[in-house]
């Protein structure tokens, strides 16, 4: 079975940081681009930020330019978001998905989603 | 970035209706258009990619059209199982953005 499992999201004060995990299952990992994409409580989606199917490409939305670092370890199946500096505005469920082309740099859709890990900045 | 405008926020209509939903882009995309449909509590699951390709498993009912700034989102014959949120999401720059969203509901 394709699957997909987030952890590591808790209640974190502002400022503070926070590493995300994404456990990949059912697919071959290191061939698909990976996502960070995010949804705030009763909001919409945002998405966050990718890395390459070789991990050598990454790019960010402009909210986590610089406070944000993806990346991933082909050989244990995993993708990471460590997040720095975090704001209140930053409060959301965190979903990894997967890209649907392999072996492509370029994003195309999201066709396997894992279930979130909820983040909350509060003091 | 490049903005999507999603139309309408929200919709009520009756099982059996055809249901559309539009998306419009804020420069040209070519065809680089997917829909999503995300039910309460749940992940999004994708529908539709590169604008009119159904992805596998998905019901023929669902169906994507456009290409440049206008894009089409139908339901040809809606089910009580539709009712979610649906959004679309354009991947024609690295800058990737969703639209703000569409609530489905049974009248």
């Known amino acids: 079975e394709v699957q997909l499992v987030e952890s590591g999201g808790v209640v974190v004060q502002p400022g503070g940081s926070l590493r995300l995990s994404c456990a990949a299952s059912g697919f071959t990992f290191d061939d698909y681009t990976m996502h960070w994409v995010r949804q705030a409580p009763g909001k919409g989606l945002e998405w966050v930020s990718l890395?390459?199917?070789?991990?050598?490409?990454?790019y960010y939305a402009d909210s986590v330019k610089g406070r944000f670092t993806i990346s991933r370890d082909n050989s244990k199946n995993s993708l990471y978001l460590q997040m720095n500096s975090l704001r209140t505005e930053d409060t959301a469920l965190y979903y990894c998905?997967?890209?649907?082309?392999?072996?492509?740099?370029?994003?195309?859709?999201?066709?396997?989603w894992g279930q979130g890990t909820m983040v909350t900045v509060s003091s | 970035d490049i903005q999507m405008t999603q139309s309408p926020s929200s919709l009520s209509a009756s099982v059996g209706d055809r249901v559309t939903i539009t998306c419009q882009a804020s420069q040209d995309i070519s065809n680089y258009l997917n829909w999503y449909q995300q039910k309460p509590g749940k992940a999004p699951k994708l529908l539709i990619y590169?604008?009119?390709n159904l992805e596998t498993g998905v019901p023929s009912r669902f169906s994507g059209s456009g290409s440049g700034t206008d894009f089409t989102f139908t339901i040809s014959s809606l089910q009580p199982e539709d009712i979610a949120t649906y959004y679309c999401q354009q991947y024609d720059n690295l800058l990737i953005t969703f639209g703000q969203g569409t609530r489905l509901e049974i009248k």
């Open positions: 590169d604008a009119s």
């Open positions: 890395i390459s199917w070789d991990g050598g490409s990454t």
């Open positions: 998905a997967k890209d649907n082309a392999p072996r492509h740099y370029d994003p195309h859709a999201f066709d396997i």
